[in-house]
Nanobody, 121 residues
Framework: QLQLVDTGGGLVQAGGSLTLSCAASGRSFDSYVMGWFRQAPGKEREFVTAINWNGASKYDADFVKGRFFISRDNAKNMVYLQMNSLKPEDTAVYYC??????????????WGQGTQVTVSS
């Protein structure tokens, strides 16, 4: 079982950058696919990006390619989301998630509490 804590959200101007962090506690962190999701006001939660257990494979939603980068440090039980060239439409609550299975269709078992990202125009 894992517990996930998301941090790093905040207010940033359009075009700026922000890095989110997800701290995991529990067993076998390095056996999980890790991912980020987001949910904007009035919208459903959507997938952003995922990374496999050793960081060798990544899978991105089309809207983040070239702007957002996921990484993990298994020694520290941490996952990061570096977000560049932020747009107002990136405003949302961002959630870290952990799951089993393959990187494209994992079963997401654990969720962080979310961290708010607000991008001003």
């Amino acid at each position: 079982q894992l517990q996930l804590v998301d941090t790093g959200g905040g207010l940033v101007q359009a075009g700026g950058s922000l890095t989110l962090s997800c701290a995991a506690s529990g067993r076998s962190f390095d056996s999980y696919v890790m991912g980020w999701f987001r949910q904007a006001p009035g919208k459903e939660r959507e997938f952003v990006t995922a990374i496999n257990w050793n960081g060798a494979s990544k899978y991105d939603a089309d809207f983040v390619k070239g702007r957002f980068f996921i990484s993990r440090d298994n020694a520290k039980n941490m996952v990061y989301l570096q977000m560049n060239s932020l747009k107002p439409e990136d405003t949302a609550v961002y959630y870290c998630a952990a799951g089993g299975g393959n990187i494209v269709t994992p079963v997401w078992d654990y969720w962080g509490q979310g961290t708010q990202v607000t991008v001003s125009s």
